[in-house]
């Protein structure tokens, strides 16, 4: 039977593969609150150290860069090879998971799961697993072995945490039981993303796109969306954050057929990233399920973007429709309709429907996403799990 002070407070242990790119900023906002009371990171890479400090982790890396790049290079022949740690970030995490006391722990992306369930299982620590999107879409349908792991990781796990509602369907078809599956919101810190007045801008009106520039985001056909909403260039401007594999491709798009009034700003800080949010009046992000089949979760860049009181413009893609109210908070349309994007591009020239947009975004979001909230519900389930 589990000790009552353990079920007030568990000692919690986070596992990733690389902790942390700079796009999962989301990741640290659950570690460094110290309500999930996280005592160490198991990871085997340490990327952005300055802008995601922490006290304790261990880093032990799982094969080197050159086994990483011939898996990623050529992983059409290792699709039938099941993934595993190496022995000595088996003994290193070992270590660690005893030496810190830890009694549960926590896996980002089902692809880490697998590679740390046998660890737990030895050890007798219950684990559970965020799934976040392309883990149980195109990942099972590119590594067959992996599709076969994820079925002995759902007979292990005590909860599989869906970033969605939508996401439990996803996995239910690739069969986790429903019991096991429990919804936790990735939250936002609203204090670091104050209201911003727009009423009295003045200026031309700004769409921003903010997100890695990969065939799930459709830029290249949100630019040429765009275009065709304002033809007179002075009417509005889309300025598009972020860098990716589809960022050549989009300045071609921008070069070849030169729209002026489209600024790619490349990758951006985030300090800078708040300053273009307070100066834009609408997001937009036109994510798409990809050739690969890979699908979204659900985009924390929405949800900061609503924080801020922009309209969002999006597609009805994975969750995205559970953090935008169609008509209310924002506009949704279907993915790869582009005529409904340039329609939806337009109807945001209206101001006082905008405006009101982007106060009600706000209001949602500190209804629903408010990161003490939702860091309070994940308490909750690191609590459920031990008793269970």
Not at 26 to 55: A, G, M
Not at 88 to 108: C, G, M, P, W, Y
Not at 314 to 320: D, L, N, Q, R
């Amino acid at each position: 039977m589990v000790e009552e002070k353990i079920l007030q407070k568990p000692r919690v242990a986070l596992y990733v593969d690389d902790f942390l790119p700079y796009t999962h900023g989301w990741i640290y906002r659950q570690v460094s609150d110290p309500v999930t009371n996280v005592r160490t990171v198991l990871c085997h890479k340490r990327s952005e150290e300055k802008l995601f400090s922490i006290t304790r982790f261990i880093k032990s890396p799982n094969g080197g860069r050159l086994k990483a790049y011939v898996r990623g290079r050529f992983w059409f022949l290792f699709k039938y090879c099941t993934s595993s740690l190496n022995k000595k970030s088996t003994k290193d995490f070992s270590k660690e998971l005893r030496d810190q006391e830890i009694n549960l722990v926590h896996a980002h992306f089902g692809t880490n799961g697998v590679l740390i369930a046998p660890l737990c299982k030895e050890l007798q620590i219950p684990l559970v697993v965020t799934f976040h999107g392309f883990d149980i879409s195109s990942a099972p349908l590119r590594w067959p072995a992996y599709r076969k792991q994820l079925q002995s990781l759902f007979d292990q796990i005590v909860y599989a945490i869906a970033i969605s509602e939508e996401m439990v369907d996803r996995l239910i078809k690739i069969g986790c039981p429903r019991e096991k599956i429990k919804v936790s919101y990735l939250g936002v810190p609203l204090m670091e993303f104050p209201f911003v007045d727009r009423t009295q801008r003045k200026q031309s009106l700004v769409f921003l796109h903010a997100g890695r520039l990969t065939a799930k985001k459709g830029v290249p056909d949100l630019v040429h969306a765009f275009e065709k909403a304002f033809s007179r260039k002075e009417e509005a401007e889309l300025w598009l954050v972020g860098e990716g594999e589809e960022e050549k491709e989009v300045q071609q798009v921008i070069q070849s057929n030169k729209f002026s009034n489209v600024k790619l700003l490349g990758r951006l800080s985030e300090e800078e990233l708040q300053q273009v949010r307070s100066k834009a009046d609408v997001f937009v992000l036109n994510c798409r399920t990809d050739e690969a089949g890979t699908k979204e979760g659900l985009p924390i860049s929405i949800l900061e973007a609503c924080c801020t009181g922009m309209p969002v413009i999006s597609t009805y893609h994975a969750g995205i429709p559970e953090s935008i109210i169609h008509g209310q908070t924002g506009l949704l349309v279907n993915e790869y309709d582009n005529a409904a994007l340039t329609e939806a591009l337009i109807k945001m020239s209206d101001d006082a429907a905008r405006l009101t947009m982007g106060k009600q975004a706000r209001a949602f979001m500190e209804q629903k996403f408010s990161l003490a909230g939702c860091n309070e519900k994940l308490n909750i389930l690191y609590k459920a799990a031990l008793k269970n």
